[in-house]
């Protein structure tokens, strides 16, 4: 994919993997609207972001994934500064097992009321120019891990809701691809073990030092590779700290 000329908008990233995720494409001339339920934390990225990447570049929306007037403004937003969104990158998520709730309006929900906003913009039968859909998933999509089961069904739902989706026949005509990202812990705020845990600290930091933790810099990677690879449609790429960047469903 040429990213010269194209528009992104990308939510959760005031920080973390999305930041990075934003930060990769501003890196590649992409334009970007950063969205974040975090508005302080979202208002100090783009500061950093327009010294480096230029005014223009980067701008900043306030959006609660679960929101749905939210969502449809942030898309209003971004179309009215750059004219067209061409990459969508559904990242939003949190770990709150004792709120199971709203783990699944954030996680899950959210990324399709997400995806559904961006087919409606994207798509060539709605007046876009189409575009990739990456819903930010998790290696938790695709394994159990003992002490976060409602983190586990939100991210088993994205998988299985976006290769749905890279399925569905008239993709080809619309100019949409949708692929799954699913990194493995990974160092950002979402590694914090509080209260929100089903199980004891102690458990919990044994099974994540058996797993390892990734480096933010190579899931941006593993991103930028799935965004890129125009074949990439119904991709599942998983990132681990001990086998790296893989592709565990390619199309």
């Known amino acids: 994919m040429n990213l010269s000329g194209k528009v992104a908008l990308v939510t959760g990233a005031a ?3 999305g930041k990075a995720f934003a930060e990769s494409l501003l890196s590649k001339g992409v334009k970007v609207c950063v969205t974040d339920v975090n508005v302080e934390a979202g208002q100090a990225t783009i500061e950093g972001f327009r010294k480096t990447y230029g005014n223009d570049n980067a701008i900043f929306s306030k959006c609660n994934v679960t929101n749905e007037a939210d969502f449809t403004g ?3 937003t971004t179309k009215s500064k750059y004219g067209k969104v061409d990459i969508l990158v559904n990242n939003a998520g949190i770990i709150e097992e004792k709120n199971w709730r709203k783990t699944i309006d954030v ?6 009321q997400g995806t559904h906003l961006g087919i409606e913009n994207m798509s060539k039968q709605h007046g876009g120019d189409g575009g990739v859909i990456i ?3 998790s290696s938790a999509g695709l394994q159990p891990v003992f002490f976060s089961p409602a983190y586990c069904a939100s991210k088993f739902g994205i998988i299985g809701f976006t290769r749905s989706w890279a399925d569905n026949p008239s993709n080809a005509q619309n100019g ?3 692929c799954c990202l ?3 812990f990974t160092e950002t705020n979402m590694m914090n073990i509080n209260e929100n ?3 004891s600290v102690e458990a919990t930091m044994k099974f994540i030092e058996y797993v390892g ?4 810099s190579t899931v941006a990677e593993g991103f930028m590779d799935l965004l890129t690879d125009e074949t990439n449609n119904g991709a599942v790429m998983t990132v681990t700290a001990r086998e790296g960047i893989q592709y565990k469903i390619r199309k």
């Open 74 to 76: 942030v898309f209003e």
């Open 182 to 184: 699913c990194p493995a």
């Open 176 to 178: 949409l691809r949708f």
């Open 197 to 199: 845990s089903t199980l």
């Open 213 to 216: 933790v990734n480096k933010i």
């Open 15 to 17: 920080q973390g993997l």
């Open 135 to 137: 819903n930010v998933a």
């Open 107 to 112: 996680n899950l929900v959210g990324m399709m």
